[in-house]
Nanobody, 120 residues
Framework: QVRLVESGGGLVQAGGSLRLSCAAS????????MDWYRQAPGKQRDLVAA???????NYADSVKGRFTISRDNAKNAAYLQMNSLKPEDTAVYYC??????????????WGQGTQVTVSS
């Protein structure tokens, strides 16, 4: 029904930048909340940033001032601009969207994950 495709991960040196993208496709009526999570090896998956349909944002303390979440409602897409990256930002990053389908039902969907590796 709905598929989320992520892109933009990779290997970067400490202090560098990356921009992640996540686009949804399928039987979508509208996208509501859009979130980015990350999971480092051996750790739980944690919320990094969130944005409402109206553009209100929320960030984990560890990324405030360095990461910026944004969205394009017309494209059903979300972005995560990551600046001043640190080795501790190394993780698999996942997007999660709250999607209202054409049927009227609302579900949460996850992307497949994209690896971000920051070298020191």
């Amino acid at each position: 029904q709905v598929r989320l495709v992520e892109s933009g991960g990779g290997l970067v040196q400490a202090g560098g930048s990356l921009r992640l993208s996540c686009a949804a496709s399928g039987s979508i009526f509208s996208t509501r909340a859009m979130d980015w999570y990350r999971q480092a090896p051996g750790k739980q998956r944690d919320l990094v940033a969130a944005i409402t349909r109206g553009g209100r944002t929320n960030y984990a303390d560890s990324v405030k001032g360095r990461f910026t979440i944004s969205r394009d409602n017309a494209k059903n897409a979300a972005y995560l601009q990551m600046n001043s990256l640190k080795p501790e930002d190394t993780a698999v990053y996942y997007c999660k969207f709250e999607v209202q389908l054409n049927t009227g039902a609302t579900y949460y969907y996850w992307g497949q994950g994209t690896q971000v590796t920051v070298s020191s």
